[in-house]
């Protein structure tokens, strides 16, 4: 089974910064991930998939990146509705999420 | 629009038997896949398995000697059950539509607790 690496668990930043979340799986993946946003008390909603693409109404000051076995997840200017958790997930060979980040605003 | 609903008991006693439904709106399960997910409070998000748009199925290897994913197609459902449930197995229980890969679509999630 591919496992999934996300770091780090919490995160408090500031209005306005910019944040990084970071997710290593433990094979190629080949840019067969996701990203996905938890606002508490919802379900989880997709943000990014294959690495780099954004999904259908995510704001542009989300973005990702990464190849191989190397992703990340960042957040430019970040604002207050952003107050979530985030989870990676692999879709190279069944789905396996990664553990998540907690963010909040410092 | 695309939706997905998760109906099912509350509470569940411990070594008994969880049923689930999701119920699909605006789109044949014939032509996508529907997965179930878990996730223990306030956790990471677990997939259980999936029943494939001709049929088919697979299963996380957690849970392939007690869980079991149907559906009934007439009525646009999917039906999740596992048998032997512990303490541990509560959680909020999701479906979701897969597409190429990614869940795109989810349902509101059914909290489930195991318990006596």
């Known amino acids: 089974d591919i496992q999934m690496t996300q770091s780090p668990a919490s995160l408090s930043a500031s209005l306005g910064e910019t944040v990084t979340i970071e997710c290593r799986a433990s094979?190629?993946?080949?840019?067969?991930l996701a990203w996905y946003q938890q606002k508490p008390g919802n379900s989880p909603q997709l943000l990014i998939y294959?690495?780099?693409s954004l999904a259908d109404g995510v704001p542009s000051r989300f973005s990702g990146s990464g190849s191989g076995t190397q992703y990340s997840l960042k957040i430019n200017s970040l604002q207050s509705e952003d107050v979530a958790s985030y989870f990676c997930?692999?879709?190279?060979?069944?789905?396996?999420f990664g553990s998540g980040t907690k963010l909040e605003i410092k | 629009q695309v939706q997905l609903k998760e109906s099912g008991p509350g509470l569940v006693q411990p070594s008994q038997t969880l049923s689930l439904t999701c119920t699909v709106s605006?789109?044949?399960?014939?032509?996508?896949?529907v997965h179930w997910v878990r996730q223990h409070s306030g956790k990471s998000l677990e997939w259980m398995g999936r029943?494939?748009?001709?049929?088919?199925?697979s299963y996380n290897s957690a849970f392939t000697s007690r869980l079991s994913i149907s559906r009934d197609t007439s009525k646009s459902q999917v039906f999740l059950k596992m048998n032997s449930l512990q303490t541990e197995d509560t959680g909020t229980y999701y479906c979701?539509?897969?597409?190429?890969?990614?869940?795109?679509?989810w349902g509101q999630g059914v909290m489930v607790t195991v318990s006596s």
């Open positions: 997930q692999q879709y190279n060979n069944y789905l396996t």
């Open positions: 094979e190629d993946i080949y840019s067969n």
């Open positions: 979701a539509r897969l597409y190429g890969g990614i869940m795109d679509y």
């Open positions: 605006g789109f044949s399960l014939t032509s996508y896949s």
């Open positions: 029943m494939w748009s001709d049929g088919d199925t």
């Open positions: 294959d690495a780099n």
